[in-house]
Each structure stands twice: as C-alpha cells, then as structure tokens.
C-alpha cells in the first residue's frame, strides 16, 4: 500500500471544497444504489442457471439456485448491521469503493462459478461476497445526504432509495440482454453476462465513489434558517449506535419497517400470478402487471419521502398504515366486481407506499437519532427488512396455496391473505403511534 | 462549468433509469391492452 493511499479514501479527503454543488450528491449515490439494486432482478438467471450442462441430471435444481438470491440478501442485513460503525468512520467514498469491489467482484467469481459449474463458488461469489457490497453500498450514502440536505431529508434519501428499486428495472432487461448477446447453442451465457455485469457496474459504482463528497462541519444550506418547534424542527441531538439499538423507539421503528415490508413484498413477489389467478388473464398481462407494479415502487420511493419531508414522517406512515390497510381489504372486492383497472390501481398504490416505507425509514431514524451515526442505525434496522422477505412471500404462497389445496376457486383463494395484510399494516400502525422523542438522557454531550 | 458537471452527472444516472423505465412500460403493454379490451367489452 503506497504512503498517499489512506488519505485518498479517509473521510478528510472527501469534504467538499467551497462551492460545491449539494446536488452532485444524489447522483453519487444513486450510481451506487442503481448497481446494487441489481439483485432485485437476478431471477432472470434462475432458469437459464438450471440449464448449464444442458439440462442433464449434473444440473443445478431451481431451489438450488434461489438460495444464490437468498444468500445476497440476508449478508445485506446482516453486513449493514455488523458494518454501520465502520461506514459511519470510514466515511462514504471507501464504503462505496469496498462495496464495488465486493459486489462487482463477487458477480466475477460466481462468474467464475457458473464457468467451472461448481455452486458453492457462486453462493460464495454472488450471495456470500457479493451481499456485503449489497449491505454495504445500501447504507454507504444515508448519512451524507442527510447532512447535506438537512432541510429535506426524506427527499434526499427518498432519491437513493429510488434508485435501489431503479436497480431492478435495469439489472433485469440487462442480465436477459446480455445473455441473449452471449448464449451459443452449448451455453447460456450466464457466466459472460455475470462478467460484463462486473465490469459495467463497476464503473458506474466507483464513479458514484469518486463524485461523493461530505459537507465540511457546521455546514449549512444558504439561506436556510433551522426550524426550532414544529414537524419541520431541526434535529440538533444525536443518539449513538450503541445506545439508540437499545431504546423503545427503535424497536417499535423496527416493528413499522417489518410490517410495512412485509405486507408489500409479498403481494409483489406474487403479483403476476396473483392477477392471473384472480382475473384469468394470460401470463404475458400477468408479467406485464409485476412490470407496471415496478415502475410504482420506485416512484414511491421518491414521492411519498418527499411527502414526509412536508407533513412529517409519522404522519406519512400513518398514511401508508391506514389507507394501505383500507385498499388491502379492497381487494377482494374488486376481483368480485371484475374491475381489473381498480384492482391494478389500488395494488400499484399500495406498492408505492411500500416502496415509500423502505426511503423514508432513514428520515425517520434521523428525527429520532439524529444525525451522527444514522448510518450505521439504519443498518442495524435493515434486519426488520430480512425477517419480512421471508415472512411476506411465505404468507401469501402458504395461504393461497393451501386455500386452493382446499378446493376455494383460484380467484378467492388470496381473499384471506389480503385481509392478513390488513391486519399486518394495523400492527405497524400501533408501533407508528406509539413512536415517542427519546429521552434526553441518551443525547450525546454537544 | 459547474452547471455542465452537475448536468452531466444527472445524464450518467438519468438515462439507464429512463431506459430501465421505458422497457418495464414496453413490458405493462400487454396488461393496458387488456385492460383496454375489457372495458370496450362493457
């Protein structure tokens, strides 16, 4: 390692110089969370990965294969948990470079993996490497933008989050193009596009690294005059990791992220299947929903942020819990009625606020924990995130399946499980509620 | 000089989210078309 290498990455060579423009940082941070975003769309692989060898009995099973996908998701909780303390030291230039080398070089051995057709080395590469650059880039810009946008700060991470849920528009079209360009008769090209991924996102990603900068301390947006009282208050106490994880508002932050995601997630992992069931269209319309519910969980991310930056962030939550709740129990009616233009309306709403849930939480923990290390507590909260991926989807696939098991037609048969969503949302609605200042007590010293 | 960086910057983001927006609408068509097709039924 060369002498001038640390200071390239330390913290001290990431703040801006005078005259720097706030609003090159959204961009940095979106070119982050639009590559790792990119997991979201991996099940394109799934199937081609299935058939490697050629569809002989040597190959790669479907649940095999998900546990590629799985294995990503539970190391971005469980990085982001265990490395929020070093993203908020190390500052977001490294935690963006390591979370490209991670990420993209995860997607080169699990490359490497599909090339030898040994499996262990692509859960090692996408699921095991590749996670913590998930993890990692996830959390890398929450607090830098909070500090440079401390007059909109919903918004602000609103933007990086949307570009997470962005990642899922690109990764997938991409990683099928791809494929298509490298595909022989005698491969699938699924180890070439994972090459080509590597290398494309890792420019995209360290340009993110290079553009980021942090505002110099005490910095302020001009002309802005801090709010003293009110929704719109300034935060001006800071609450460390360590102590914030142990507090009653955290837990119950928790409980609001779990419920909210749950709900969400699992109406969108079985959205195509679900509107074939209930209005016995075609796979194609079927595909084309889960298509359109995309698009509205990233532009809920975005707006319903931006919203809690005016009313405040329990107030939007509210919002999400009470009218998420009324549409989810709607549902059923509007398979009874066979008004398929309702229920796509109602269902790409109740998306966007679940898509709003996940960019607003950091806002969220801002108000209550201050800035300082809100990173880092964020990541700690992103677990309620990995609990719900696996609660979400298993209600749904378990309910409608053992109601169509028990001879309830297909169209009614996710008519109970709407209404669990329902009183999913009314749990997070109470833990909303019950979120309360913390007590001075636990402020660090000024 | 700042203005072109900060445009350019937007472009570098902007466009693959466009192009990943443009293909999921190319990919709703078929769903509008349907939807479309029922409500001329009625």
């Known amino acids: 390692m060369t002498p001038g290498l640390p200071s390239f990455f330390s913290r001290k060579a990431t703040v801006a110089e005078p005259g720097f423009n706030r609003w090159m940082v959204p961009p940095a941070a979106i070119a982050v969370h639009i590559c790792i975003g990119q997991v979201y769309g991996f099940s394109v692989f799934n199937e081609p990965l299935t058939r490697e060898l050629g569809k002989t009995a040597a190959d790669w099973t479907i649940p095999q294969v998900g546990w590629i996908y799985s294995i990503a998701l539970v190391m971005l909780g469980l990085s982001a948990a265990f490395f929020g303390k070093w993203v908020e030291r190390s500052g977001p230039k490294k935690t963006m470079f390591t979370s490209a080398a991670c990420f993209c070089g995860g997607l080169l051995v699990a490359s490497v993996g599909v090339r030898m057709h040994q499996l262990w080395l692509v859960y090692l590469g996408y699921g095991l490497i590749g996670g913590i650059g998930l993890g990692l880039g996830y959390i890398a810009p929450v607090s830098t933008l909070m500090r440079w946008f401390p007059d909109r700060p919903g918004m602000a991470t609103g933007l990086a989050i949307m570009g997470f849920g962005g990642g899922a528009l690109i990764g997938a079209p991409l990683g099928v193009e791809l494929m298509n360009r490298f595909k022989t008769p005698t491969n699938t090209g699924v180890a070439s596009a994972f090459m080509t991924m590597a290398g494309l996102y890792a420019i995209w990603m360290c340009l993110g690294a290079l553009m980021v900068r942090v505002p110099p301390l005490g910095w302020k947006p001009d002309g802005w005059t801090p709010l003293k009282t009110g929704r719109r208050a300034a935060v001006t106490h800071n609450v460390a990791v360590d102590i914030a994880w142990k507090t009653p508002q955290f837990w119950l932050l928790w409980v609001v992220l779990c419920m909210n995601v749950s709900a969400g997630i699992g109406v969108l992992g079985q959205a195509s299947l679900m509107c074939q069931d209930m209005f016995g269209v075609s796979a194609a319309v079927g595909g084309g929903f889960a298509g359109l519910l995309s698009i509205f969980n990233m532009g809920g991310r975005f707006l319903w942020s931006s919203v809690s930056d005016l009313t405040g962030r329990r107030t939007v939550y509210t919002i999400y819990f009470l009218l998420g709740a009324a549409l989810y129990v709607s549902i059923p009616l509007t398979q009874q009625l066979g008004n398929k233009a309702l229920f796509v309306a109602v269902t790409a709403l109740i998306i966007s606020m679940y898509g709003g849930g996940f960019a607003t939480i950091p806002a969220y923990l801002r108000d209550a924990f201050g800035t300082h290390q809100v990173g880092a507590i964020h990541g700690r909260l992103i677990t309620a995130w990995s609990l719900a991926a696996i609660v979400g989807p298993m209600l749904v696939n378990y309910i409608s399946t053992a109601k169509k098991a028990a001879g309830v037609p297909k169209a009614e048969a996710y008519n109970s499980t709407m209404y669990l969503m329902g009183g999913i949302l009314m749990v997070g609605l109470v833990a909303n509620l019950l979120v309360r200042p913390v007590h001075p007590k636990h402020h660090l010293a000024p | ?42």
């Open chain 2, 1 to 42: 000089m700042n203005r072109f960086k900060l445009l350019v910057t937007w472009l570098l983001v902007g466009l693959p989210l466009v192009w990943g927006v443009a293909r999921s609408v190319q990919k709703s068509l078929p769903l509008f078309s349907d939807v479309a097709a029922a409500a001329h039924r009625k």
